[in-house]
């Protein structure tokens, strides 16, 4: 059965992680994406452990069900193949700065002119409208600009740490891939395209905002910044006799049967800690030590089959080797062993989400080699083998 996004078509001008995630989201639910690299590809192809070069680990797993077409747009030619294929796209999709893509000379009034429905999206760091854009934007300053290692130095008490994660990327990433799909349900009402912009810093900031604005949320503020549960050290893997263990005690009857576990259930009526969500808030800290004092009692399995009759959330803390072993990935297929046609065998992460009608499409097309579908994208565009062969001559795109 053919994937939600089937017949959509997505000329994907993006590099690294941000701009290539959001487009495999859409290319795992059927889109059609076709991935343009320069001659020297994707610089994430190089980042390692790799059988081949140009086919690395990270560049595997957020470039999988594309096509990958060479292009050097620095050429006139190999830049009139890609007003070709603009033709009959959908969405065309970039994450290098505004002004690197007027110099090309592929702006949104251009693509327009040649094609009225395209999509014009653009995913870079900060907004057009404001005084920082075009500065240059990473994962790593847009978490800084954002709070996060401010966020995290609150709740550890340590220094500031980025989060281990490329977090901005792939939030931006998700918010890219809905903003376009809005821009294709828009389409489909008025007939004409439009461009989508979505800033990294704006993106990170409302997230970041939505739980700490806090009090400051009012005006006057009725409070400092900051939702206390997030910050306070006491939130955090607890340590038992035999490793950690994550739970959350949350709501009034996870703290009254908590409360009941360790034999003091009159503490819930009597202490007024814990009278309300906003009492229990207040002094997060303290009853979360609570609970660390607890774990520290009884091995993980133990308090995972006593929390487990209680109703109450827990989890075991996985690292990324156990995490890779998980019953419920494996069963679920988020985690399969597939044969890539040159890497061989390798696990392959799959789609979390799932349609009963419209299934997504997780290994149809492995991560492809660079230059992989350079002939068949520009034959599908109208190009001959003439023309074809005077790009490869030029070194505008290679096969």
């Known amino acids: 059965m053919a994937g939600a996004l089937s017949g959509l078509r997505v000329l994907d001008l993006t590099s690294v992680l941000m701009g290539p995630f959001a487009t495999q989201l859409m290319a795992d639910m059927g889109a059609d994406v076709i991935k343009i690299e320069s001659p020297a590809g994707d610089t994430v ?59 090309l000379g592929i702006d949104y009034e251009r693509l327009k002119a040649i094609n009225p429905r395209i999509i014009y ?29 401010s966020l995290m130095s609150r709740a550890s008490g340590g220094e ?35 461009a989508v912009e979505v800033p990294m810093f704006e993106t990170m900031a409302q997230y ?33 006799r035999d490793g950690h263990l994550c739970v959350l005690i949350y709501t009034d009857r996870h703290w009254e049967k908590f409360l009941g576990l360790l034999g003091q259930a009159h503490l819930f009526e009597q202490d007024p800690r814990f009278a309300s969500i906003g009492t229990r808030t ?10 660390a004092q607890a774990m520290a009692t009884q091995t993980t399995a133990v308090w995972m089959d006593r929390l487990n009759q209680a109703d109450i959330p827990c989890m075991p803390m996985h690292d990324v080797d156990s995490l890779l072993q998980d ?11 597939v044969e890539h046609p040159t890497e061989g065998p390798m696990h392959e992460i799959g789609v979390p989400v799932s349609f009963s009608g419209t299934p997504a499409l997780p290994i149809q097309k492995p991560a ?8 068949e994208v520009l034959r599908e565009a109208g190009l001959t083998e003439a023309g074809i062969q005077t790009l490869q001559k030029l070194g505008a795109t290679r096969p």
């Open 160 to 194: 500031p740490r980025y989060v281990p994660l490329t977090l901005a990327d792939r939030t931006v990433g998700l918010m890219a891939a809905n903003a376009i799909l809005a821009a294709v349900i828009a389409r489909y009402q008025t007939g004409m395209g439009q």
């Open 368 to 375: 492809p080699q660079l230059g992989q579908h350079s002939a």
């Open 208 to 240: 970041v905002l939505g739980e700490h604005m806090a009090g400051a949320s009012f005006e006057p503020a009725l409070g400092d910044t900051g939702y206390p549960r997030l910050l306070v050290q006491e939130r955090r893997p607890y340590p038992t």
């Open 121 to 149: 999206a653009g995913l870079y760091g900060y907004s057009e409208k404001g005084p920082y854009a075009g500065k240059p934007a990473y994962d790593d300053l847009i978490q800084g600009a954002a709070a996060v290692p």
């Open 282 to 291: 207040r002094h997060i800290n303290d009853l979360y030590r609570m609970v």
């Open 327 to 337: 019953p419920h990935l494996r069963a679920v297929g988020m985690l399969q062993k």
């Open 45 to 103: 192809r190089g980042i390692g452990p790799m059988r081949h070069a140009g086919m690395g680990s990270i560049f595997l797993h957020v470039n999988r069900n594309k096509r990958s077409l060479v292009l050097d747009l620095k050429i006139p030619e190999g830049l009139s193949a890609f007003f070709k294929l603009v033709e009959s796209a959908d969405v065309v999709v970039y994450n290098i700065r505004p002004q690197a893509m007027q110099r």
